[in-house]
């Protein structure tokens, strides 16, 4: 009888243990699959990174309701600090903007702290801010599906013209500040499309009546405006000051 009760406690304990290694399995199998779903779309990397973001900070203060913020990573402070919004910013804050609500939070992960809020000026409804795209990759339908993301993510711009650049290998997309005035405007505009503030490249034309000039590269990502790394330029939207 006592081996019988030796028996069942070993079945036992061996199942609880076959049991706990088929968990431990399942669970680190769901890990994977989900680590590799998150590399291989990389739209949905970013928005588990702005939920996560934003649930951290709805904890510290109330977030607009029913709008998806844009979540940028500060990479280097020193060249966004001629901005007043980023002048206590420091590398790896979190800049969430909310362009519908017009409004800018900048995030401190590290010490789970509110940095700087700020309202959004986004410029004169009358009077947006013109811009031109234009496609410098061999890929088509570039400047369509980039017109779609900036309207839909920023208010108070016109698309005035979508055509292709001159050239066809411009592996960096660039920002032209045609006006001469928009120098910040053309920074976050940068910012938003992961490129950088460049003068008009040689052998281009410059259309006319127009504000900013988008010359997109082959670093654009269709559907993936830049929601996890702000480096040294930036969008549209503009921080009040």
Do not use: C, W
């Amino acid at each position: 009888m006592k081996y019988m009760k030796k028996n069942v406690i070993v079945g036992i304990g061996l199942s609880f243990i076959i049991f706990g290694l088929v968990g431990s399995s399942y669970y680190f199998f769901n890990q994977y699959k989900k680590t590799q779903l998150l590399l291989n779309n990389p739209t949905l990397a970013a928005k588990e990174e702005v939920k996560k973001i934003t649930d951290e900070v709805s904890k510290l203060m109330i977030l607009p309701a029913k709008e998806e913020p844009i979540v940028v990573t500060v990479l280097d402070k020193n060249k966004l600090k001629d901005q007043d919004f980023f002048k206590k910013a420091e590398n790896g804050d979190k800049a969430i903007v909310y362009s519908v609500s017009k409004k800018a939070i900048l995030f401190r992960p590290s010490i789970n702290k509110i940095i700087e809020v700020a309202p959004l000026d986004l410029g004169n409804a009358n009077q947006p801010v013109k811009i031109a795209l234009y496609n410098g990759t061999t890929t088509t339908g570039l400047t369509g599906e980039l017109e779609k993301e900036l309207t839909q993510k920023v208010t108070n711009l016109s698309i005035t013209g979508k055509e292709n650049a001159k050239k066809s290998d411009y592996k960096k997309t660039i920002i032209v500040d045609l006006s001469g005035n928009k120098s910040e405007l053309a920074k976050q505009l940068a910012i938003l499309l992961n490129g950088q503030v460049a003068a008009l490249p040689e052998g281009e034309v410059a259309p006319k009546d127009v504000d900013l000039l988008a010359i997109i590269g082959t670093d654009y990502k269709s559907g993936q405006l830049n929601i996890q790394t702000a480096p040294t330029s930036s969008a549209s939207p503009t921080v009040a000051k």
